[in-house]
């Protein structure tokens, strides 16, 4: 039997919660960075929005991947990029989307450290309790019995096409009916219609 997740959808309104609440506790803990670095590709957004939260002018990236196809790891996590610019001196903030295994931000932060940067912290939008790995910063945490893969808004699509695939199914109510059922997903029809035109031009 094909394996789904159960699915939730998340919203801009909550991607300005996290970031509020996660900006609101690294300034009241003291700890205002001078750069961030976010991973790719989870970690840009949640990097740009908390450098405009904390007037950070400096924001870096950094390649970590994990995760293969939606809600199905690629094997161990590696970091195949450093981070874009230098950080020896810096007080830094390494930023990822969500911490589940917690294996991507860790490694980030020990490739940051190579750099020698004065000081290297983590947060991320949301930590599942389960992971090996706890950020410094986050706005949410989930408990390890109530996972859920995370549908952020910049991988709509992207965990649309996957989970469509694996329904495998050529009638759009059918794909529909699949993910409402097995993943909690109540997809809008006119979503599946616009997947099917993005699939075919691709």
Not at 12 to 39: H, K, Y
Not at 120 to 130: D, K, N, Q, R, V
């Amino acid at each position: 039997m094909v394996d789904f997740p159960r699915c939730r959808v998340s919203t801009w309104e909550d991607v300005d919660r996290w970031a509020d609440r996660v900006g609101e506790q690294v300034l009241a803990a003291g700890r205002r960075p001078d750069t961030i670095v976010g991973l790719t590709r989870g970690g840009w957004v949640p990097a740009r929005l908390l450098a405009d939260r904390l007037g950070v002018k400096r924001v870096y990236s950094l390649r970590a991947q994990h995760w293969g196809v939606t809600a199905t790891p690629s094997g161990k996590a590696e970091v195949t990029e450093g981070p874009s610019g230098p950080v020896e001196g810096q007080q830094v903030l390494v930023v990822d989307d969500i911490t589940d295994t917690g294996e991507s931000l860790e490694l980030a932060l020990a490739r940051v450290r190579e750099g020698r940067p004065a000081r290297a912290e983590t947060a991320a939008f949301l930590h599942i309790s389960h992971s090996k790995f706890r950020p410094d910063y986050f706005g949410e945490e989930i408990p390890k019995e109530s996972w859920v893969w995370v549908v952020f808004p910049w991988n709509y699509w992207e965990d649309l096409a996957s989970l469509a695939e694996r329904a495998r199914g050529v009638d759009p109510d059918r794909v529909r009916a699949v993910l409402r059922e097995r993943c909690g997903w109540d997809v809008p029809p006119e979503d599946l219609d616009e997947l099917a035109r993005w699939n075919a031009r691709r």
